[in-house]
């Protein structure tokens, strides 16, 4: 697997604050925020005034001073900068030190905060390739003095896109090798993400590359993907490579390993029909700045560790977003609405035998909002899935399965029947069993699988695969 420059540890190091240099220590490990202690930094002291009758006490209270980017050196020559950092002022003397991240590297200037580059590993990339890194494996089927073994590397498995006039994003296997002087040999490729393009900080290459692709493999593989590594590069006279500890980084390198194939293994591949990488990435940020509530369900509703309960409220209203961002709040336009209300209001009023009470109560409690149903939008967005989904969704909740009895008498059809138990479950209404609650949550979960894959533009064979198989269960 790859090896980091820089190992997860507690190093000794030099800090410098106010241009001061001072002794102490940084942790850098993974899964965690850098962090570490300054020794012998007296911190603010508070001087009355000679006139002041606490003149002549100097005071110190704890208190935290906050650093754009704070820099040091390593006992190994690394030089580090933190960013966003803050030290904790605890007592004279002693300081601690929290940072959101660390960039650590050999010849940091002060103007190395600008990257030509990034090279980075995120869980689910050999899912995600579609290729095997290794073409042929030949070993002798009976044992002789002069036997051989070798592997021959599938150059196939190499895959480059180009985003834009200037960038290109590759995904390719590199091998690491391993021997032990005549006794041991072995070869283990491990996925690797390259991203080449115009300069930019470290932030900006998490937010724009490492991050959605962890999100896309998160999606893909329906399991939680790490970010195990970054690193950054420099180009130039002297090429620099800068690693990156933060807390979203497990700093965990890990080689490619065969899928399970007992089940889903992932709901797309880029190899090897072709799908490109680079136009992936764009429609998963279009659906992000388009389809913030349904984007959050994708990426963080779908691996952590919710109850069946919350994870209900949070995939209805995600579809019920996507509903209101693709067709409207309602039918007819809100203002429409409300003139149209008004006069028919009007008109009851007016009508013989309405009662001033009756009015009143029309006017207060005929929606003045105009919006869809719920039930109506789930419906809708039934309709706009994939034909051959549709049926098979269709012989699942046509007839309602006995698990969704009791929830509503005579109910019209599942589409009425989530709709009410999401409104039970956010309102203090009859909660449905567990059973009932695992059912539809997997009915809702498949619709908005399939709907992502949609405005990814990518086919929906796998889903439909698994489903057939029995691996993904519809109910």
């Known amino acids: 697997m790859k090896k980091l420059p820089i190992s997860s540890d507690e190093y000794q190091c030099t800090w410098v604050v106010d241009g001061v240099n001072v002794a102490g220590t940084l942790e850098l490990a993974g899964g965690k925020s850098p962090r570490g202690e300054i020794f012998d930094i007296p911190g603010e002291w508070w001087t009355?005034?000679?006139?002041?009758?606490?003149?002549g006490y100097h005071t110190f209270s704890p208190h935290i001073r906050k650093f754009p980017e704070l820099r040091g050196r390593l006992r190994t020559n690394h030089e580090v900068v933190l960013i966003d950092a803050q030290i904790s002022f605890l007592f004279p003397g002693e300081a601690r030190i929290f940072a959101r991240m660390a960039l650590c590297g050999l010849e940091l200037t002060d103007?190395?905060?600008?990257?030509?580059?990034?090279?980075?590993?995120?869980?689910?990339?050999t899912e995600l390739s579609g290729h095997r890194p290794l073409k042929e494996m030949r070993f002798p089927n009976t044992y002789t003095p002069d036997m051989e073994f070798s592997v021959k590397w599938n150059v196939e498995a190499d895959q480059t896109w180009c985003a834009g006039t200037d960038e290109e994003i590759s995904l390719k296997f590199a091998p690491y090798t391993k021997f032990d002087r005549g006794y041991s040999y072995s070869v283990s490729p491990y996925p690797v993400i390259t991203v080449k393009g115009g300069p930019r900080t470290a932030e900006k290459w998490l937010e724009e590359y490492v991050r959605p692709l962890s999100q896309i493999t998160q999606f893909a593989t329906t399991q939680q993907q790490p970010i195990s590594w970054v690193l950054l590069d420099i180009q130039g006279e002297a090429h620099k490579t800068v690693q990156v500890f933060a807390r979203e980084i497990s700093q965990e390198p890990y080689t490619a390993g065969s899928p399970y194939a007992g089940g889903i293994t992932t709901l797309l591949r880029v190899g090897p029909n072709?799908?490109?990488?680079?136009?992936l990435l764009k429609d998963w940020r279009s659906i992000?700045?388009?389809?913030?509530?349904?984007?959050?369900?994708?990426t963080i509703s779908l691996t952590d560790d919710r109850s069946l309960e919350s994870r209900f409220l949070a995939v209805i209203p995600s579809l019920e977003s996507y509903h209101s961002v693709k067709y409207g709040l309602g039918p007819i336009d809100s203002k429409e609405f409300k003139k149209h209300r008004r006069g028919v209001i009007k008109r009851i009023k007016e009508a013989e035998g309405v009662t001033t009470d009756d009015a009143e109560w029309l006017d207060k409690w005929v929606s003045t909002l105009g919006t869809y149903e719920l039930r109506d939008r789930l419906s809708r967005l039934f309709s706009d899935l994939p034909e051959e989904l549709q049926q098979r969704i269709r012989l699942k909740i046509d007839p309602l399965p006995e698990v969704l009895n009791g929830i509503i008498q005579n109910s019209q059809d599942v589409w009425h029947i989530m709709g009410k138990v999401r409104n039970n479950l956010a309102h203090g209404g009859k909660r449905p069993t567990v059973n009932q609650l695992a059912?539809?949550?997997?009915?809702?979960?498949t619709m908005a699988v399939s709907l992502a894959l949609q405005d990814l533009n990518l086919p929906e064979k796998a889903l439909i695969d698994s489903i057939d198989r029995g691996d993904w269960p519809i109910l």
């Open 288 to 298: 992000q700045a388009g389809q913030d509530v349904f984007f959050e369900y994708l």
């Open 439 to 445: 059912t539809l949550n997997r009915l809702a979960h």
């Open 111 to 125: 103007d190395s905060q600008s990257f030509d580059s990034v090279e980075f590993q995120v869980g689910g990339l």
């Open 48 to 55: 009355p005034s000679e006139n002041s009758e606490e003149s």
């Open 274 to 279: 072709n799908v490109s990488l680079a136009k």
